[in-house]
């Protein structure tokens, strides 16, 4: 017993010796999330743009703003990429899509519902919901300056049976996405959680 007590207080003396960063605007940077290479574990890297914008940098060097932290659930939120106007294709059409380092402790949450725009008919052998009485429906309805409206979409939960590290985008397939945290079946689209909820593996 005793020994356990003495490797927890040596333990909670590591973690204490740690360096937290500093917050960027508004969002406290916890541990093990680093800005610096003098703060948090670099394993965990994001950046702060100018002081001011928390950003997730994606494996082909695309940056999404950070919305949220939560440090005890070890999950954070990304703005997901916006849809040019009256194009219907993804700001990181050009670099694939969301993509994680597999190397690194991020992945994509199993909380996300993700709804593809613009889609192939190849689309149809998928498991994925296409139907009328997909969430997609309700978002091109409603954002109509996308250019959205009128295209194959479809909407799933990105569970643990996916790759937790991409959404993909592409021409040939589809150009556009945007994903809800958390949503629940009846939600109207003004309560809608829009990101893509990240979560990391604790380095210990």
């Known amino acids: 017993m005793a020994s356990v007590i003495v490797f ?47 950003e997730f940098m994606s494996a082909p060097g695309f940056y999404y703003k950070i919305l949220s932290i939560n440090p005890w659930t070890n999950r954070l939120v990304i703005s997901p990429p916006l849809i040019q106007e009256n194009t219907c294709y993804s700001t990181d059409l050009g670099v694939g899509g969301l993509q994680l380092d597999e190397n690194l402790p991020f992945n994509i949450s199993t909380r996300n519902t993700v709804m593809l725009f613009n889609c192939s008919d190849n689309i149809l052998l998928s498991p994925l919901n296409c139907s009328s009485s997909s969430f997609c429906r309700q978002f091109v309805d409603v954002k109509e300056g996308y250019g959205c409206k009128g295209t194959l979409c479809c909407h799933f939960l990105k569970d643990a049976s996916m790759t937790s590290h991409r959404i993909r985008v592409r021409l040939g397939g589809c150009t556009a996405y945007t994903s809800v945290v958390d949503k629940q079946p009846d939600d109207p689209i003004e309560f809608w959680n829009f990101g893509i909820e990240l979560q990391w593996l604790p380095p210990f």
């Open 8 to 54: 927890l207080f040596i333990l909670a003396t590591q973690v204490s010796a740690f360096r937290v960063c500093p917050k960027c605007g508004k969002i406290r940077v916890p541990y093990p999330l680093s800005t610096d290479e003098n703060c948090g574990d670099p394993r965990y890297r994001i950046y702060c743009n100018n002081g001011t914008v928390l």
